[in-house]
């Protein structure tokens, strides 16, 4: 263990950025749940009301959790946030340790640093470290932000420790996967399985058969019963698991060869077939299971917005908050107005994907995978729109999916099959604001490699105008920084090309700065 402390040190420098993001996010989610269920219900009869509708909808139990004391600002707070705080809390343990575990052994780093004098468990152990700290701080966050909501203190401070101790059985799990796979892309999916494996668990559990709920850590994280309630000895479970995927990985760790895993990779085809012939081939093949796993996750997203059918003013309310929420404008037709509420987050889900993409090309210039390709005679020019096309491609690919989820979602309940044409392609236009996020990022990874994240910020942003910006009467010119804002909001208004086509004219300007800015710097 010798040299703990100073690998503890030196990577909580290097992803104290990171660990606040994700605090500040996970705080964010569960305070503006708060916020949005007090201005929806104005009434002691319109919490009634949702808490009956909600509680005989199978998908919403599937989605986010058993039922429990839904007629209050807690129980909906609890209900609508647990199940998606774990799977973050979950994320953010994935990327710290792996990061600092087998992402580190696999790019040399950890044979750097095991030539120094440091112990043989001293990188998992500070790793596990790290990541325990880092949810200790998010769930720290989320309690302070619910106690000064104003919520009960016992149910909030529960609701963070809670989130923290799923992170750190998540944190376990991640341990344990960077020792079984050869590589940290192979660590990642083995996590992802589990996190997948987690939630499934919980929802088949939750609507039908409650002993595979007490198989999730999600699971185990919701039987605390917040606002509910409130019991601790499900916590008990939490720190067994952690404890147990932790010695599980520490025994994996002192059996296997520095540099290998349990489960080695599968070697490759000798010779690379036609669609790997070419920057796009290349690029769709690095991507392409990222493009289908956003395109099935926004599907299903869709298919449960959807599931509402018209039942939105008895789920919601017809309060004047609640018009003021999702139609502003709308006369009266609050459920084209939850589907265009609902067509903006979805594409505003989706732009993550488009973001993410359009890192890549940053990703391949940190791994120096792009000098390799570059050797091989393939021009700079041609590399770069290879992930741009992938990028744009997938962009309206998991916009599609978004749309037909919403679209097959409504019609499953309504019987309305010829709505799902109308919203499948009322997502469409939002490719355009999308891409110029995608654009600012292109642009500052033009201008250097270190800012190209703060296109994250864009999205940020339009996050913010979005849930914020008419509850909070932001200024007009602050709303207008969104890209999204400037678009109509089909199917409650009438589709306006001009926009959109500006805002392609931009996405398609920044695009070609980005370019022009990678080409005359140097890499790496």
């Not at 774990?86 to 994320?91: M, S, T, Y």
């Not at 963070?160 to 660590?187: D, E, H, I, K």
């Not at 606002?227 to 990985?249: E, M, Q």
Request: glycine share 12%.
């Amino acid at each position: 263990m010798r040299g703990t402390a100073l690998l503890l040190g030196a990577q909580l420098r290097r992803d104290a950025w990171q660990v606040l993001a994700w605090s500040v996010g996970l705080a964010l989610l569960y305070w503006s749940q708060a916020v949005s269920v007090d201005r929806l219900y104005e009434t002691r009869a319109d919490f009634e009301q949702a808490a009956a509708s909600m509680e005989g909808n199978p998908a919403f139990i599937a989605m986010t959790g058993p039922t429990r004391a839904l007629d209050t600002v807690g129980g909906q707070v609890a209900w609508q946030s647990a199940a998606f705080g774990a799977v973050l809390a979950g994320l953010m343990s994935m990327f710290l340790v792996v990061r600092h575990t087998r992402g580190a052994e696999e790019g040399g780093r950890d044979e750097l640093v095991r030539a120094a004098p440091v112990g043989r468990f001293a990188g998992v152990a500070a790793a596990m470290l790290e990541a325990a700290v880092a949810q200790v701080i998010a769930g720290t966050a989320v309690a302070l932000a619910l106690v000064t909501y104003p919520l009960e203190a016992a149910d909030s401070v529960a609701m963070g420790v809670g989130l923290a101790l799923t992170g750190w059985c998540f944190a376990g799990l991640a341990l344990l996967a960077a020792q079984l796979g050869a590589s940290a892309r192979s660590a990642y999916a083995l996590v992802g399985v589990g996190l997948a494996a987690a939630y499934a668990l919980r929802a088949v559990g939750d609507v039908g058969a409650p002993a595979l709920s007490w198989l999730s850590p999600i699971g185990w994280y919701q039987a605390m019963h917040a606002f509910s309630g409130l019991r601790w000895w499900p916590a008990l479970l939490l720190l067994a698991g952690t404890a147990i995927t932790v010695a599980g990985a520490c025994w994996v760790l002192v059996r296997r060869d520095h540099g290998s895993g349990v489960l080695a990779d599968r070697p490759g085809p000798a010779r690379a077939g036609p669609s790997l012939d070419g920057a796009f081939g290349l690029a769709w093949r690095l991507q392409r299971t990222s493009v289908a796993a956003w395109a099935a996750g926004l599907f299903v997203a869709g298919l449960a917005y959807g599931s509402i059918g018209d039942d939105v003013e008895d789920l919601l309310g017809s309060s004047g908050t609640t018009r003021e929420l999702f139609a502003a404008d709308a006369a009266g037709d609050l459920v084209a107005a939850f589907q265009a509420t609902s067509v903006l987050t979805l594409a505003l889900l989706s732009t993550a994907f488009t973001i993410s993409s359009a890192l890549r090309p940053r990703a391949e210039e940190g791994r120096a995978r792009v000098d390799a390709l570059l050797a091989t005679g393939l021009s700079r020019s041609r590399w770069w729109w290879g992930h741009a096309a992938v990028t744009i491609t997938g962009t309206l690919v998991v916009l599609l999916a978004a749309g037909l989820g919403l679209g097959v979602g409504y019609a499953a309940v309504t019987g309305r099959w010829g709505k799902v044409a109308e919203l499948t392609a009322a997502t469409l236009p939002y490719s355009a604001p999308a891409l110029v996020l995608a654009g600012v990022t292109w642009t500052l990874h033009g201008i250097t490699a270190r800012a190209a994240p703060l296109g994250w910020a864009g999205l940020g942003v339009a996050f913010v105008v979005m849930v914020f910006g008419d509850l909070m009467n932001l200024p007009a010119a602050v709303q207008g920084l969104s890209p999204f804002e400037h678009l109509a909001l089909v199917p409650l208004e009438r589709f306006r090309v001009t926009p959109v086509l500006l805002t392609a004219v931009l996405a398609g300007l920044l695009a070609a700065a980005g370019r022009r800015l990678l080409l005359a710097r140097d890499l790496g």
